[in-house]
């Protein structure tokens, strides 16, 4: 499975039992010279569920509710998880 990550977008990977994770930018963009800004956070499976299977969910900005923090000073996207009546749609596993 190949995907683009798009603009405001996340690639949401459990790795479990295994999945392969290659970065591969556009040619074009390589050889334009271009950037790209991004994150990586890995989070550890909890000992009982290391051996899932993998599961590749390709999460749009769309898809994200876009939240801010109560005194405006941040934007935050919401990939995963629960808070204050939002509902991210990162499917997680949790202990």
């Known amino acids: ?8 977008s996340a690639q949401w990977m459990t ?5 392969l994770h290659i970065e591969a930018p ?3 963009l ?3 010279g ?3 800004h991004g994150t990586q956070l890995w989070v550890n499976l909890p000992r009982a569920k290391k051996l899932v299977l993998p599961r590749y969910q390709d999460i749009r900005g769309s ?11 941040a934007l935050i996207r919401f990939i995963a998880g629960d808070i204050a009546g939002y509902a991210g749609p990162g499917v997680t596993h949790r202990s």
């Open 34 to 36: 271009g950037v790209i």
């Open 30 to 32: 390589v050889m334009s």
């Open 15 to 19: 790795a479990g039992a295994g999945i």
């Open 63 to 73: 898809q994200a509710a876009l939240l801010t923090t109560p005194d405006g000073g």
């Open 1 to 8: 499975m190949t995907s683009n990550i798009m603009m405001h």
């Open 26 to 28: 556009p040619e074009s």
